[in-house]
């Protein structure tokens, strides 16, 4: 099958997302009773909820609050594993001692437990989504970076390099062309966006949670709302009789979106 399709439904994504979190209001509208709970046929395009605020504004202010460090994220386990493969692909024995070495101490440590410590050391004011992506992405980048150096090695690691270079190739085109590009980019790119993924489901995990306990939340200020909120909003609708089912159709929406996106990149990346 060809790939351009789904590289077009990940751009397509990608830009949708950034668009959103460009377009994403400093505050919420004011209240207008008139509207609550309406639908999206009352009030266009999404509704509204229970003070007649519109979901999109919901909608956008949860892109702005996960677009900018997942996307952060991602390229930082790209890098680190691109990294990986071309550092395996020189047949350094004592860096993959070390590479070895840091992927058992990194790996050993719960990630869960290292990211509330990061949260929890943050001062209040300055609690964003950002260091604790960050502090995810460097959590897995060890384990993205010892795949990516298999992948190499399986590929022939430096025997493969010095095959190349007796046929007269540059640095640039035997590790940016044959190692990185067509042999290690199917892994770099899958590895990058899953982890992009699973910054945007933290978030709305970690603010879920805040919500329901009633705490302030470790992700983002408090004048902004999160694709949780939107959850929050939308599920009593499935126990009791309440109008807001078209908030949880939203909020899954949006949780939808970088779950097809990661699908969409890795099928466009995948090895000929």
Not at 128 to 143: F, H, I, Y
Not at 169 to 193: D, K, M
């Amino acid at each position: 099958m060809s790939r351009l399709p789904f590289a077009l439904v990940a751009v397509v994504c990608l830009a949708t997302l950034v668009a959103a979190a460009i377009a994403a209001p400093a505050h919420l509208g004011a209240f207008d009773m008139a509207h609550a709970y309406a639908g999206p046929a009352a009030l266009l395009p999404f509704g509204a909820d229970e003070r007649g605020r519109p979901l999109l504004d919901y909608a956008l202010q949860g892109a702005r609050v996960v677009a900018v460090p997942s996307i952060a994220a991602g390229l930082l386990v790209t890098t680190a594993a691109t990294a990986g493969g071309i550092l395996r692909a020189t047949g350094s024995a004592r860096t993959d001692a070390w590479l070895h070495a840091l992927a058992q101490i990194v790996g050993a440590l719960p990630r869960m437990v290292v990211l509330l410590v990061v949260a929890l050391v943050l001062p209040r004011d300055e609690r964003t989504l950002l260091p604790l992506a960050l502090t995810w992405a460097l959590l897995a980048a060890p384990g993205a970076m010892d795949e990516a150096a298999t992948v190499a090695e399986r590929l022939g690691g430096a025997l493969f390099v010095e095959a190349l270079r007796a046929h007269g190739y540059g640095p640039f085109r035997i590790y940016g062309l044959h190692v990185v590009w067509r042999n290690l980019r199917p892994v770099v790119v899958r590895q990058g966006a899953e982890v992009a993924m699973q910054v945007i489901f933290l978030e709305v995990a970690l603010s879920y949670l805040a919500r329901s306990g009633d705490q302030p939340s470790f992700t983002h200020p408090d004048d902004l709302r999160s694709i949780a909120d939107l959850l929050s909003l939308g599920y009593p609708s499935l126990v009791l009789d309440l109008p807001t089912a078209h908030a949880l159709a939203l909020g899954l929406a949006c949780i939808a979106l970088p779950a097809v996106l990661m699908l969409s990149l890795t099928h466009a990346a995948r090895a000929r």
